[in-house]
C-alpha cells in the first residue's frame, strides 16, 4: 500500500519526485513551526486570573526576518523548479531521435496513430489503434496529442506525465519509460459523463517486442490505415461492464 | 513607551473622507468596473483576431465605415452638450439646461437609431454573430456598447424631464454632474471601439 | 465603563422613528444591518444545500453504483432505481462547487459582514446608497433561485465543473446539458452584477463616509480587509460576466469564441476564468483573515501585532492575486514559458501570507487567551489555513503541477484553504458578532462542541485526499475504482465519506444553537467581548441609524491592554484616553 507518489518509470520522473520532496521538507520545517508554535501558545498563554497581556505593536526585526526567510526559500524552489520545468515541458526539451505516435482524444476513448511500415507519422500507410498504446521502454516517445470535441487531459501516473489535448491544437508531449510493463492511461480532465471511464491500456515493450509487435500489426492490415477494432481494443474496454452500475453502461452505451 | 506611541492618541480628531461627494466617489468606482468589462471583452477580441490574423476580413470588406464615422462625431458631439448641460446647471441657467440635456438625449437616441439601422443592413448580408469569430466579437462588442448607450439615453430623457420640470435649478449640478461622468465614459469606449473595429 | 464611553463631541443623530410597515422594515429594508442578516440567512441555506450535495458525492465515491438512501425520490434522470447516473454526479460536483463558492462562502464574507459590519465599524450610519445596497440582495436571491432550479430542467443542471470549461461547456451536444448550463450562466452573471453594485458601495462607503477621527491607519483590519475585497470583487466580477456572456452567446446565439472548429479559442475561456478566478479566491480568504485578525486581538487582548504589515499584506495579496492565474493553466497547453512567469509570481505570494500567519501567532503571543468559541474557530482557522497555504506550494511549482494538477490533492487544497480557512474564520465570525446582531449569546457550550468536532472531522475528512492525490487519484471522477495505480487505497474514499457524514452532522449541531439562541439565547450586553472597535459601543442590536450620538475615533482599532489604562484591559477606538486615566496627559 503506498501513501506517497507512485513507481516512477520515466528517465525524467527522478526530477518530479525530487522537486516533490524538497517542497515537502520545506513546507514540513514551516508546518511544524507554526502548528507547534500556535499550540503552544495556546497552552501557555491560555487565560489566568491577574495575567496581563504584554502590550506591543510588534517588531521590526522579527517582520524583517520572517520576511525575508520565506521569501528566500520561494525564490530558490522558483529557480530550481524553473530549471526542471524547462527540461521536461520546455518547447525545445523533447530529444531529436525519438519515436512518432500521435494520440487523438475523443469522447470517451484514446485513438492512438502509429507511423506504418514507412516508420513515418502522417502517411497513409500509418494504422490507429483504440484504447492502446504500445511503444518501447528506452526509447524517447514523442506524442502529438490532439482532442476532437472537448477538453481531455493525457495522464500517466507512472510516467510522471500529464498534458491537457485541446481541440484545435497539436501539442507535443515527450517521455521515455526505463522498463517494460503494462500500465494505464487515465484522462484528467472533465470530459462528460464518460470521464470517469476513459481510460486506454499501455504496453510498453522491450524493443524488439516493439518491433515485432509493429510488424504483425501492419500485416494484419494489409496497407490500409483505418482504424480497426481489435479484440485486444475492445478486450480493454470489456471489464468496464464488471465494475459499473448496469443502468450506467446501457446509458453510456445508448447515450451520445 | 515610544513602542506604541504611534497609534496612541495624541489629541484631536481628524477629518476623514474625500472632498468629493458621495454619488460623484460612486459613480467613479462603478466605472472602474465597467472598465475591466469592455477590456474583458476588448482583450478577448484582440486575443482571438491575433490568433486568426490571416483569415481576418478588412473592415471596409463588411462594414459601412462613412455612416459610423458620422455616427461617431454624432455622439462626441452628445459629449460636449453634456458638459455644457452640466456647466449651464451649475451657473443656474435655465434655458441652457434644458436646452443641452435635450439636444445631449436626442444625439444619444439618433445614435442608437444609426446603429440599429447598420445592424439590419449587415443582417441583411447575412453577417451575423453566428459568422465567424468576426462576426461574434463585432455584435459583442458593439451591442454592448450599444446597450450603454440605450442605458444613458433612458437616464438622459429622465434627466431632460426633470430639467424642464425645474428639477435642476438653483445650481442643483450633482445629478448632470454624475450622469455626465458616465455618459463621456461610453463615449470613449465607442472611440476605442470605433478605432480598433472599424479602422485597424 | 459606561461613564467614560462616547465623549459626546460627536453631533447627535437626528433619529428618524417614522414607523415602517412591515415590508419596508424587513423585506425591502434599506438598513444595513437587516440586509447583513438577510444575507445571513440566503448564505447559510446554500451552505446547507453545497452541504447536502457534497454528502450525495460522498455516498457515490464511498459506494460506487450503490442505491443511495432515500435514492428512491430521486428522478429517472438523476439516479434511476437511486443509483446516481454518471452525468447527475457531474452536475452535483459543478454544483456544489458553485453553490459554496459563489453562494455560501462569498455572500457570507461580504454579502453579510461587509454589510452588517462597515458601516458599525467606521462609525457611520448607514452605507452611502443604502438602496442601492438592498437591490443587490435581491439580486442575489434570484440569482441562488435560479441555480436551484436548475437542477430541475430537461438534462439537468451544468455539468461541466465550477470553472465550465469550454468547449465542453458551449457544446450541449457534447455535455447532453443545454438549459441547465445556460441557467447556470445567467445565474452568475446577475449574481456578478449584484456582488458589483454591493462592491461599489462599500468602497465609497470607507472612502467617504468614516467617523471624525476614523484615519485609514486606525480602522480595524476587518474593515481594511473588507474594502480590499470590494475593489477585488469589483474588477474581477465584471470579467467573469464578459466570459459568460459570450459562453452564453456561443450556446444561444452560434458565436465562436470557444469553439475550435470555426477559429475560435477554449484557452481563452480559461484564461479568462482564471484572471477572474484567481482574484476570486482571495476575495474568499481576505475577509477571513480580517475576521481572524480581529478575533485573535481580542481574544489574546493584545494589539494587532504589525498592524501596519498587516495592512500592507492585504493589499500585496490582492495586487499579487492578479498576475498568478496562469498557475491553473500549466498543463492546459499554454506556452510553458509562461508557466514559468505564473509559477514565479504564484511563488511570490506566499511571503505576505507568511507575514500574515506569522503576526497572528505574534499576536497570540505572551497574550491573555481567552479561549471562547470565536478564539477557538480563529486559531483553527490559521492551523489550517496553513496547511491549505502550504499544499499550494506543491501546486505553485509548475514541474511538480504536472503529476497533482486535477488530482485529489487539488481537492484538498480547495477544502483546507476555503473551509478550514474561509469556513473557520466564518463560524468564528458568527458566534463572534452574533450577540450584536441578534442582542442574544449563542451557547459557549456547543459552540465548543461544534468547534471540536468540526476541527477532527474536517481533518479526518479532507487530509487523506493528498494521500489520494499523490497516489494520483483523478478529480470530478464519478467512480474512482477503475484504475490499477490507485486500487489499493480505493478504501480511504470511506474513512472520507464516513467523517464527511459527520462532518455535516456537526454542522446541525451550529444550525441548532443558530436558531435556538435566537429565541433562548441569553441576553447579550452592548459588548459582551471587552472589544474596542466601534460597533460594541453602541446597543446590541444597534438602532436604526447605529448611533445616540455619532462617534468621533481618537485611536488605532486594536487597544488592548494599554499600561495606561489602568481599571480595564481594552480601550474603546471613541474612548479619549486622558478622560480614561487623567494621570498621563
Ligand atoms: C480561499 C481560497 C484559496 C486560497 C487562499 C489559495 C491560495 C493559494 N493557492 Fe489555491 N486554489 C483554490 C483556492 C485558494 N487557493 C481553489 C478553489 C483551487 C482549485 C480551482 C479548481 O477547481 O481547479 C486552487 C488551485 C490552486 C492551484 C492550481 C492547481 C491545479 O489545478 O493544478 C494552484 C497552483 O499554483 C494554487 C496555488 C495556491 C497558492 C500558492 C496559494 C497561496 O496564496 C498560499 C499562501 C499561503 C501559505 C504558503 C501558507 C502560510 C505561509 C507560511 C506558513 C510561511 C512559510 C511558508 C513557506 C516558506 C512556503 N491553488
Ligand atoms: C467553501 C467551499 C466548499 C466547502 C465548504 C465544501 C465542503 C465540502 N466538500 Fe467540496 N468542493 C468545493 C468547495 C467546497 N466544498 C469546490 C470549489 C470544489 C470543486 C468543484 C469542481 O471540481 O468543480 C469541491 C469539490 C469537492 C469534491 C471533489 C469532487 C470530485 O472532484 O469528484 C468533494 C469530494 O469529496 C467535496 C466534498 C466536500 C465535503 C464532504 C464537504 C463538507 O465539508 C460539507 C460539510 C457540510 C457543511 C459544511 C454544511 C453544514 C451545514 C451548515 C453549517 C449550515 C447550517 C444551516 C443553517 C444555520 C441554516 N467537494
Ligand atoms: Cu476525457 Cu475526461
Ligand atoms: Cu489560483
Known amino acids: 500500500m503506498n501513501w506517497t507518489l507512485p513507481e516512477n518509470i520515466a528517465t525524467y520522473g527522478g526530477k518530479i519526485d525530487a522537486v516533490f520532496w524538497v517542497i515537502t521538507i520545506v513546507t514540513a520545517i514551516a508546518f511544524v513551526l507554526v502548528e507547534v508554535g500556535i499550540i503552544w501558545f495556546t497552552i501557555r498563554y491560555r487565560q489566568r486570573e491577574g495575567r496581563r497581556a504584554h502590550y506591543t505593536h510588534g517588531d521590526k526585526n522579527l517582520e524583517i526576518l520572517w520576511t525575508a526567510i520565506p521569501a528566500l526559500a520561494m525564490v530558490v524552489l522558483g529557480i530550481y523548479s524553473a530549471g526542471v520545468w524547462a527540461d521536461i515541458k520546455g518547447r525545445e526539451s523533447a530529444p531529436a531521435e525519438s519515436l512518432h505516435i500521435g494520440v487523438r482524444a475523443k469522447q470517451f476513448e484514446w485513438n492512438v496513430t502509429y507511423a506504418g ?19 518501447p521502454a528506452n526509447e524517447p516517445i514523442l506524442v502529438w496529442l490532439e482532442a476532437e470535441d472537448v477538453l481531455h487531459s493525457f495522464f500517466i501516473p507512472q510516467l510522471r506525465v500529464k498534458q491537457d489535448a485541446v481541440p484545435g491544437m497539436t501539442i507535443p508531449v515527450w517521455f521515455e519509460a526505463t522498463r517494460s510493463g503494462e500500465f494505464q492511461i487515465g484522462c484528467a480532465e472533465l470530459c462528460g459523463l464518460g470521464h470517469y471511464r476513459m481510460r486506454a491500456r499501455v504496453f510498453i515493450h522491450e524493443q524488439a517486442d516493439y518491433e515485432a509487435w509493429v510488424g504483425e500489426q501492419i500485416a494484419s492490415r494489409g496497407q490500409t490505415g483505418e482504424a480497426e477494432e481489435t479484440e485486444l481494443a475492445t478486450a480493454a474496454s470489456a471489464p468496464e461492464a464488471a465494475d459499473e452500475p448496469a443502468s450506467t453502461h446501457d446509458h453510456s452505451a445508448g447515450g451520445m | 513607551m515610544e513602542a506604541h506611541a504611534a497609534p496612541y492618541y495624541r489629541g484631536g480628531a481628524p477629518e476623514t ?21 469592455f477590456t474583458g471583452l476588448i482583450g478577448s477580441y484582440i486575443i482571438l483576431r491575433f490568433g486568426a490574423s490571416e483569415t481576418w476580413p478588412a473592415p471596409g470588406e463588411v462594414l459601412n465605415i462613412p455612416v459610423t464615422a458620422v455616427n461617431t462625431f454624432i455622439l462626441i458631439c452628445s459629449s460636449v452638450t453634456m458638459v ?45 454573430p453566428w459568422s465567424g469569430l468576426y462576426g461574434s466579437t463585432f455584435f459583442t462588442m458593439t451591442g454592448f456598447h450599444g446597450f450603454h448607450v440605450f442605458l444613458g439615453v433612458v437616464c438622459m430623457t429622465w434627466a431632460t424631464l426633470k430639467a424642464f420640470r425645474g428639477g435642476y435649478d438653483g445650481g442643483n449640478y450633482r445629478g448632470l454632474e454624475v450622469l455626465g461622468l458616465y455618459w463621456h465614459f461610453v463615449d470613449l469606449v465607442w472611440i476605442i471601439l470605433f478605432t480598433i473595429v472599424y479602422l485597424i | 465603563m459606561a461613564t467614560i464611553v462616547a465623549q459626546p463631541t460627536g453631533v447627535p443623530v437626528v433619529e428618524e422613528h417614522h414607523e415602517m410597515s412591515f415590508i419596508r422594515k424587513y423585506i425591502f429594508s434599506t438598513d444595513h444591518k437587516v440586509i ?30 450503490k442505491a443511495m438512501p432515500f435514492g428512491g425520490l430521486f428522478p429517472e434522470a438523476m439516479a434511476p432505481g437511486g443509483i446516481m447516473l454518471p452525468e447527475f454526479y457531474n452536475s452535483l460536483v459543478t454544483m456544489h462547487g458553485t453553490f459554496m463558492v459563489f453562494f455560501a462562502i462569498m455572500l457570507l464574507l461580504v454579502g453579510v459582514y461587509a454589510n452588517y459590519l462597515i458601516p458599525l465599524q467606521i462609525g457611520a450610519p448607514d452605507m452611502a446608497f443604502p438602496r442601492l445596497n438592498m437591490i443587490s440582495f435581491w439580486l442575489a ?3 441562488g433561485v435560479i441555480a436551484l432550479a436548475s437542477f430541475a430542467v430537461e438534462g439537468g443542471a451544468a455539468g461541466a465543473g465550477w470553472t465550465s470549461y469550454a468547449p465542453l461547456s458551449a457544446l450541449p451536444e457534447a455535455s447532453g446539458v443545454s438549459l441547465g448550463q445556460q441557467m447556470w450562466i445567467v445565474s452568475l452573471v446577475i449574481l456578478g452584477l449584484s456582488s458589483i453594485l454591493g462592491s461599489t458601495n462599500y468602497i465609497t462607503t470607507v472612502i467617504n463616509m468614516r467617523a471624525p477621527g476614523m484615519t485609514w491607519m486606525r480602522l480595524p483590519l476587518t474593515v481594511w480587509a473588507l474594502f480590499i475585497t470590494a475593489i477585488l470583487a469589483l474588477l474581477a466580477m465584471p470579467v467573469l460576466s464578459g466570459a459568460l456572456i459570450m459562453l452564453l452567446f456561443d450556446q444561444t446565439l452560434g458565436t465562436h469564441f470557444f469553439l475550435p472548429a470555426s477559429g475560435g479559442q477554449p484557452l481563452l475561456w480559461q484564461h479568462l476564468f482564471w484572471f477572474f478566478g484567481h482574484p476570486e479566491v482571495y476575495i474568499l480568504i481576505l475577509p477571513a483573515m480580517g475576521f481572524a485578525s480581529e478575533i485573535l486581538a481580542v481574544g489574546s487582548r493584545k494589539p494587532v501585532f504589525g498592524y501596519k504589515a498587516m ?30 512567469t505564473f509559477m514565479v509570481s504564484t511563488l511570490v505570494i506566499a511571503v505576505p501570507s507568511a507575514i500574515k500567519t506569522f503576526n497572528w501567532m505574534g499576536t497570540m503571543w505572551r497574550g491573555n487567551l481567552h479561549l471562547h468559541s470565536p478564539m477557538l474557530f480563529a486559531i483553527g482557522f490559521v492551523m489550517l489555513f496553513v496547511i491549505g497555504g502550504l499544499s499550494g506550494i506543491f501546486m505553485a511549482s509548475a514541474p511538480f503541477d504536472i503529476f497533482i494538477h486535477d488530482t485529489y490533492f487539488i481537492v484538498a487544497h480547495i477544502h483546507y484553504v476555503l473551509f478550514g480557512g474561509a469556513l473557520f474564520a466564518i463560524f468564528g465570525a458568527i458566534y463572534y458578532w452574533y450577540p450584536k446582531m441578534f442582542g442574544r449569546m449563542m451557547s459557549e457550550r456547543w459552540g465548543k462542541i461544534h468547534f471540536g468536532l468540526t476541527f477532527i472531522f474536517f481533518n479526518l475528512a479532507f487530509f487523506p485526499m493528498h494521500t489520494q492525490g499523490l497516489a494520483g487519484m483523478m478529480r470530478r471522477l464519478y467512480d474512482t475504482s477503475g484504475y490499477t495505480h490507485t486500487a489499493d487505497i480505493q478504501d480511504t474514499h470511506l474513512l472520507i465519506s464516513f467523517s464527511a457524514f459527520a462532518l455535516f452532522a456537526s454542522g446541525a449541531i451550529f444550525a441548532f444553537n443558530f436558531f435556538w439562541s435566537m429565541f433562548r439565547g441569553e441576553r447579550a450586553p452592548d459588548n459582551p467581548w471587552n472589544a474596542t472597535t466601534l460597533e460594541w459601543q453602541t446597543p446590541s442590536p444597534p438602532k436604526h441609524g447605529n448611533w445616540e450620538e455619532a462617534p468621533v475615533v481618537y485611536h488605532g482599532p486594536h487597544e488592548y491592554s494599554h499600561p495606561d489604562v489602568t481599571d480595564k484591559d481594552w480601550l474603546a477606538q471613541n474612548e479619549r484616553p486622558d478622560v480614561v486615566s487623567p494621570a498621563r496627559h
Open chain 1, 117 to 135: 511500415a514507412d516508420e513515418v507519422l502522417g502517411t497513409n500507410d500509418d494504422f490507429t489503434i483504440r484504447n492502446q498504446l504500445h511503444f
Open chain 2, 17 to 37: 473622507g474625500l472632498a468629493v461627494y458621495t454619488q460623484k466617489v460612486g459613480m467613479w468606482v462603478f466605472l472602474c468596473s465597467e472598465i475591466m468589462f
Open chain 2, 84 to 128: 455644457k448641460a452640466f456647466a449651464a446647471s451649475e451657473t443656474g441657467d435655465k434655458r441652457g439646461t434644458r436646452l443641452f440635456t435635450l439636444a445631449t438625449a436626442l444625439m444619444g437616441a439618433t445614435f442608437l437609431g444609426v446603429q440599429i439601422y447598420e445592424y439590419r443592413e449587415l443582417l441583411h448580408h447575412d453577417f451575423g
Open chain 3, 36 to 65: 447583513g442578516i438577510q444575507f445571513l440567512f440566503l448564505s447559510l441555506f446554500f451552505l446547507l444545500v453545497g452541504g447536502l450535495l457534497a454528502m450525495m458525492m460522498r455516498w457515490q465515491l464511498a459506494w460506487p453504483g
Open chain 3, 141 to 143: 436571491v434570484p440569482a
Open chain 3, 311 to 340: 495592512v500592507g499584506a492585504i493589499i500585496a495579496i490582492a495586487f499579487l492575486g492578479w498576475i498568478v492565474w496562469g498557475h491553473h493553466m500549466f498543463q492546459s497547453g499554454m506556452n510553458p514559458v509562461l508557466g514559468t
